[in-house]
């Protein structure tokens, strides 16, 4: 039986794991954190990361708080947007 304690800690374990998303998922994410800095280059404040659909690429780049997402969507970290950025 866990602690609640140990509960926490594995919650936390698990979000550390690297995510391997669908490649043209993650082009996508790329290309919306692209036009949003091409649109608003005078904006400084860093992305959390992408809430990205995964049927029809459409997404948002979220700023603030952990998103909360559609069953179709997923979060895309900035970390591994800009992984292949530069």
């Known amino acids: 039986m866990y602690t609640s304690k140990q509960r926490l800690q594995n919650q936390t374990e698990q979000l550390e794991l690297p995510i391997l998303l669908d490649p ?3 082009r996508a994410a790329r290309q919306l954190y ?3 800095y091409e649109v608003h280059p005078d904006l400084v ?3 959390l990361g992408v ?3 995964k049927l029809n690429y459409r997404g948002k780049l979220i700023f603030s ?3 909360i997402l559609l ?3 997923c979060f895309v970290p ?3 947007i800009e ?3 530069y």
């Open 45 to 47: 404040q860093r992305p």
């Open 24 to 26: 043209a998922l993650l």
């Open 65 to 67: 708080g952990r998103p």
């Open 78 to 80: 900035y970390g591994q």
């Open 83 to 85: 992984s292949e950025i």
């Open 51 to 53: 809430a990205i659909n």
């Open 71 to 73: 069953p179709q969507e």
């Open 34 to 36: 692209r036009n949003y």
